[in-house]
């Protein structure tokens, strides 16, 4: 009997679903689900273990390990305190002000980290702690951390946003970059927004105002705690350096600023952050791999085409199939983590969204910030975890406090999806 394709789809998706219900881990899955789907198609297993090493044998990924590194030695050597501090220069006297220093910080070392879970941790431990002690409420300071740090997926350089490009074939990693920095900026203005009017209505104070002989301080290592991002970004969008050339000098600054001018961290707890990062990446690179696996799975049974047709047939509409997909990713993002997410969605969807017209670095900046979103919801939702964490308060206490901001968040989601110029207009204008 002759293997039939509709069989075959239903072995993978069934064993992909099976299996993630019964908490497998994600890249065990994919490896699973693929190897399960092959042996009923007849193809030897082998194909397997080949698409795997070629999944990871681009050199593109070499960006990846270099800014998880610049982000775990920024943590490490306490250069969260000169972001805060930073950030309370601009926005700290305004009613609340404390909150709205939390959300321009958290924009602030996003832009250095990358990582939403790395900027709740690093700025989270700062702040959460000072505004309780200012007054605030505990579950009101975990929404306002926990929202804001998931800046840190949108805003450059987001080894998020390599990933994308990645899997997507070849996206422009410099155009991507381009295209997060006016949806951070409005990301960051709505979290503001909302911190300010929850502020008026709780009667929240305002932060202590800055003495005017330590402002050239603040400013100094404040700025000079931010280079690192802008060497990362200057030298992929100059062309002078690709974004692993860059990765790798970020995180040689880093290094130097951390561990030898500031010397919060000595030199011995350098082994520890080496721990973390090549545990990060071996989990990343296991994940692409696997998804490489996965992916070419469903390219030989043709899903993709598939799931196109599919969706172009119940409307021709664009304005509803981005609907379709926004809702789509807002339901995965509660039992899928980020990466793999960003992995297995991006070669289904972005078919569908460039048969309606749809730029590929458009729809990257919108998977991505729905998959952000996802960290904010349970049971997966890794962000709020770590915010309630820090916070020592319950996940349904934390939960409750983070919709306002997630509120906002689907309202700036929105306007991304429909007004494309606001992801497009940098990336163009540098062509």
């Known amino acids: 009997m002759m293997p039939d394709q509709t069989t075959a789809i239903w072995i993978l998706c069934l064993s992909f679903a099976v299996l993630l219900i019964l908490r497998f881990p994600v890249a065990l899955t994919l490896v699973a689900s693929s190897i399960l789907t092959l042996w009923y198609l007849d193809i ?3 194909v397997v273990g080949q698409q795997m090493i ?9 960006a990846i ?49 990358g990582s939403a879970v790395a900027d709740a941790s690093a700025i989270g431990s700062v702040m959460i702690p000072l505004m309780k002690k200012k007054g605030y409420a505990a579950d009101y300071c975990v929404g306002v951390t926990i929202s804001s740090a998931i800046q840190g997926v949108v805003v450059p350089p987001s080894h998020n946003l390599v990933l994308y490009a990645i899997a997507a074939g070849g996206v422009s990693i410099s155009g991507l970059f381009l295209a997060g920095i006016v949806p951070g900026i409005i990301l960051l203005s709505s979290l503001m927004l909302t911190s300010y009017i929850i502020a008026v209505k709780k ?92 992916g070419w799975v469903m390219a030989y049974l043709h899903l993709p085409d598939l799931i196109t047709k599919w969706f172009l047939s119940v409307s021709d509409q664009p304005w509803v199939i981005l609907l379709m997909i926004n809702v789509l990713l807002l339901i995965l993002g509660a039992p899928m983590d980020m990466a793999p997410m960003i992995l297995i969605l991006t070669p289904v969807l972005l078919p569908v969204c460039k048969a309606i017209g749809m730029d590929p670095i458009h729809f990257g900046i919108v998977l991505i910030f729905n998959a952000g979103m996802g960290l904010l919801t349970p049971p997966v939702g890794t962000v709020l975890f770590v915010g309630c964490a820090i916070g020592k308060v319950s996940v349904d206490a934390g939960t409750r406090a983070m919709m306002p901001f997630f509120l906002a968040m689907l309202v700036v989601l929105f306007m991304l999806t429909y007004i494309p110029a606001l992801s497009m207009w940098l990336p163009n204008m540098f062509k």
């Open 65 to 113: 390990p270099f800014f998880i590194l610049t982000g775990q030695i920024l943590g490490e050597g306490g250069l969260a305190n000169r972001i805060v501090n930073l950030a309370n220069l601009f926005v700290g006297r305004i009613r609340g002000g404390l909150a709205l220093v939390n959300s321009v910080a958290c924009m602030f070392f996003g832009n250095l980290s």
């Open 203 to 294: 009667g929240y104070p305002k932060g202590d105002p800055v003495v005017k002989a330590q402002i050239p301080g603040i400013l100094f290592h404040g700025l000079l705690s931010f280079t690192p991002a802008v060497i990362i970004l200057g030298g992929i969008i100059s062309g002078w350096a690709t974004a692993t050339e860059s990765g790798a000098l970020a995180a040689v600054y880093s290094f130097l600023l951390a561990f030898l001018v500031y010397r919060e961290a000595s030199l011995k707890q350098m082994w520890p952050v080496l721990v973390r990062t090549f545990r990060t990446v071996l989990m990343v690179f296991f994940l692409i791999a696997a998804s490489q696996a996965f």
């Open 44 to 46: 030897p297993l082998v």
């Open 54 to 62: 070629q999944g990871i044998t681009i050199y593109s990924l070499l």
